[in-house]
């Protein structure tokens, strides 16, 4: 079954940068679309930013010129590229796969964006 393990999280000032890794295993990553979501205390799980398997990119749009996705399916891992930090962007960060109807999702990873 798929397993997805988060990393690069941490604390940061606004302004800031920080890059997030997924390491995903127990799919056929490369024919996969895949995508970060976060979720901010008190709120939905929202979508950050997805890639298909052939590049196509898409990002909310609160997000879009500052957090940049890519995928290396050599290793089988997403990124996140994430500058310009705000505290909005405080929130537990996660990936999986662009699908509605998850049932998996792994630990994420927390972001916290200080002022």
């Known amino acids: 079954q798929v397993q997805l393990v988060e990393s690069g999280g941490g604390l940061v000032q606004a302004g800031g940068s920080l890059r997030l890794s997924c390491a995903a295993s127990?799919?056929?990553?490369?024919?996969?679309?895949m995508a970060w979501y976060r979720q901010a205390p008190g709120k939905q799980r929202e979508l950050v930013a997805a890639i298909t398997s052939v590049d196509s990119i898409r990002y909310a749009d609160s997000v879009k010129g500052r957090f940049t996705i890519s995928r290396d399916n050599a290793k089988n891992t997403v990124y996140l590229q994430m500058n310009s930090l705000k505290p909005g962007d405080t929130a537990v960060y996660y990936c999986?796969?662009?699908?509605?109807?998850?049932?998996?999702w792994g630990q994420g990873t927390q972001v916290t964006v200080s002022s």
């Open positions: 127990g799919i056929i990553f490369r024919l996969k679309p």
């Open positions: 999986n796969i662009d699908r509605v109807g998850n049932d998996y």
